[in-house]
C-alpha cells in the first residue's frame, strides 16, 4: 500500500465549483504540503502544515485553503474553482528525525481540469 | 526571494550517452539540496546532499554540491531510455521549506 494517497486522482470540474482534495499518509510524518504543478514552472507550494494546529501559507495560496483534520490527513479546498486552477497536484510529507534530515515523500498526485 | 534554476530545461541523447544536469541555487540559510527523477507521477527520491565535495553515487547516477559556488551537477553515464523523465532539483533551507526549480526534461532515444 502507498504511504501518501491522494483522492480523487482525476477530476473535471466547472469555473465557480467547490472542490477538495483529500490526502492521507501513514508515515507518521508531522509535516503535510501541497503543491502544484504546471508545464515548465516546478512545483509551487500552496499550503503547508508542520503539525495539527500549525498551517502556514505557500508561494501560490490565493484562491486555496486547507483542512488538517489529524496528522495523518491534510485536505486542499478550492472555494471557487477557475480554469486557471487547472494544474496536477501534490500532496507531499516530511518529518525530522533527531534533527536529520528528511526528504519529501509524494503522493500520486491530482490531475484537475476546471472548465 | 530564494530561487532555484536547472539547465538545460530540455535535453534529447541517445542511448549510451553520458549527460550532466545542473542546478544553482539562491537561498538563505541553505540547509540541502535534493534531487528527484519524475516519471508519469510522482517525484521520486534520488539524492540529498548537504556537503561541497562529497560525491552522492547510486548505480551509473551520481551527484556532487558545491556550496561556495551555489550549484548541483547530476551525471547519468550510460543512458537508458528507463531514464526519460524529468528531473527536479529542489533546496530546503533553514526553517523554510523546499524550493523546487522547473525541472529539465529528459528523452533517452534508443
Known amino acids: 500500500d502507498a504511504d501518501v494517497t491522494q483522492t480523487p486522482r482525476n477530476r473535471i470540474t466547472k469555473t465557480g465549483k467547490r472542490i477538495m482534495l483529500e490526502c492521507s499518509q501513514t508515515?507518521?510524518?508531522?509535516?503535510m504540503y501541497w503543491y502544484r504543478q504546471d508545464p515548465g514552472l516546478g512545483l509551487r507550494l500552496i499550503y503547508y502544515s508542520f503539525d495539527v494546529k500549525d498551517i502556514n501559507k505557500g508561494e501560490i495560496s490565493d484562491g486555496y485553503s486547507v483542512s488538517r483534520q489529524a496528522q495523518a490527513k491534510f485536505s486542499l479546498s478550492l472555494e471557487s474553482a477557475i480554469p486557471n486552477q487547472t494544474a496536477l497536484y501534490f500532496c507531499a510529507t516530511s518529518d525530522l528525525d533527531g534533527g536529520s534530515y528528511n526528504e519529501q515523500f509524494f503522493g500520486p498526485g491530482t490531475r484537475l481540469t476546471v472548465l | 526571494e530564494d530561487k532555484v534554476v536547472q539547465s538545460p530545461l530540455s535535453l534529447v541523447v541517445h542511448e549510451g550517452d553520458t549527460v550532466t544536469l545542473n542546478c544553482s541555487y539562491e537561498v538563505t540559510n541553505f540547509r540541502s539540496l535534493l534531487w528527484y527523477k519524475q516519471e508519469k507521477k510522482a517525484p521520486t527520491f534520488l539524492f540529498m546532499l548537504t556537503s561541497s565535495g562529497i560525491e552522492k553515487k547510486s548505480g551509473r547516477l551520481s551527484s556532487i554540491l558545491d556550496k561556495k559556488e551555489l550549484f548541483s551537477i547530476l551525471n547519468i553515464t550510460a543512458t537508458q531510455t528507463g531514464d526519460s523523465a524529468v528531473y527536479l532539483c529542489?533546496?530546503?533551507?533553514?526553517?523554510?521549506?523546499?524550493?523546487f526549480g522547473p525541472g529539465t526534461r529528459l528523452s533517452v532515444l534508443p
Open positions: 529542489a533546496v530546503e533551507a533553514y526553517g523554510q521549506n523546499f524550493v
Open positions: 508515515k507518521g510524518h508531522d509535516r
